[in-house]
């Protein structure tokens, strides 16, 4: 059975998929990690526990990690999830706690346990990544794959024109763990929406269903689709963690790939978080970016039809099982 490690700032998007992946029994969830972001760390904890006791399938335990960037303030997207992180609706009162255990230290001795076996699902700024590398490099080249929701892809940005959120939180710690030896797949904002995002209909319908974590799923969200509308004048609710968590999950829901170098802006202030891929596309200058070799794997296309189906089902069933 695959064992996965999942990090993340959650707010309501990390919920979705957070439920995704306690709900399936062709993975253990070894342990659940918290770092600030979406919301301060703290909360992100709190949300996170909440989450696993509504969902009701595994649980497993979690671990509170960094509560900042490794050398900047933290930025965080209460503007667009709530205060809360969870829409504010007074969803969040968790009876379960954190173990003592810092989340990297814990990381470390679960990738030790179990070297070359644990896969690891970021679904927040990496910063705790980063410092289990920066603590033990040779230990965090046992990891199996990381699987990351960051950067824009070949897309724009959602932080600034030019940067993803993730990213922007901690550019120094996302470029620390793209360049450690372990193996990286990235899925990007620019395949978050369209096709992907949860419809007003959509979200009727699991409101209809009763079942608690799809009730929980909508409501939390409530705050993102009400953004949405204010942004783009369409009411909708994009998951770019259930997507990520998605390609984690299951390996027909990306279809096409590129191996890619990824070089992380970190010095311009303006450019700050941009990760800029040379996916071997021929360059008039050779030099510099056309002669390095790829260091991350970046999802192009998605079965979105494919994926949505999986995700809809997933949330409104009784049992913790998904199979095709």
């Known amino acids: 059975m695959r064992k996965l490690i999942i990090d993340t700032d959650c707010g309501s998007d990390d919920a979705?998929?957070?439920?995704m992946a306690l709900k399936s029994r062709e993975i253990s969830v070894e342990a659940i990690t918290t770092v600030g972001g979406n919301v301060p760390m703290e909360l992100a904890t709190q949300n996170a526990l909440m989450t696993m006791e509504i969902t009701g399938a595994q649980m497993p335990p979690l671990y509170a990690g960094a509560a900042r960037p490794l050398f900047r303030d933290l930025v965080t997207a209460v503007n667009v999830h709530g205060e809360d992180g969870?829409?504010?609706l007074g969803l969040i009162h968790p009876a379960g706690r954190a173990e003592t255990e810092h989340a990297a230290d814990a990381i470390l001795r679960i990738v030790k346990t179990y070297p070359d076996e644990v896969e690891i699902v970021t679904i927040g700024p990496v910063t705790n990544i980063a410092?289990?590398?920066m603590k033990d490099p040779a230990a965090m080249k046992r990891v199996k794959h990381i699987y990351s929701m960051g950067t824009t892809g070949f897309g724009p940005g959602n932080c600034t024109p030019v940067s993803e959120f993730n990213i922007y939180v901690d550019a120094e710690a996302f470029h620390r763990m793209i360049t450690a030896g372990i193996p990286v797949t990235i899925v990007g904002f620019d395949l978050c929406l369209g096709d992907s995002v949860l419809t007003k209909e959509d979200m009727e319908m699991l409101m209809n269903s009763r079942k608690e974590e799809a009730?929980?799923?909508v409501k939390c969200n409530r705050l993102l689709a009400e953004y949405n509308l204010a942004a783009h004048n369409q009411y909708f609710v994009d998951l770019p963690d259930a997507v990520a968590m998605a390609v984690a999950l299951w390996d027909?829901?990306?279809i096409e790939k590129k191996a890619c170098y990824a070089h992380v802006c970190l010095k311009e202030e303006a450019a700050y978080g941009q990760v800029i891929f040379n996916d071997g596309s021929k360059l008039a200058i050779q030099e510099g970016f056309g002669e390095l070799a790829p260091n991350v794997e970046v999802c192009t296309k998605l079965n979105n039809a494919l994926y949505k189906k999986r995700l809809l089902s997933l949330l409104m069933e009784e049992n913790t099982c998904y199979t095709v």
Not at 16 to 19: M, S
């Open 252 to 254: 027909d829901i990306a």
């Open 86 to 88: 969870m829409g504010d």
């Open 215 to 217: 009730v929980f799923s």
């Open 131 to 133: 410092l289990a590398i």
């Open 16 to 19: 979705v998929a957070l439920i």
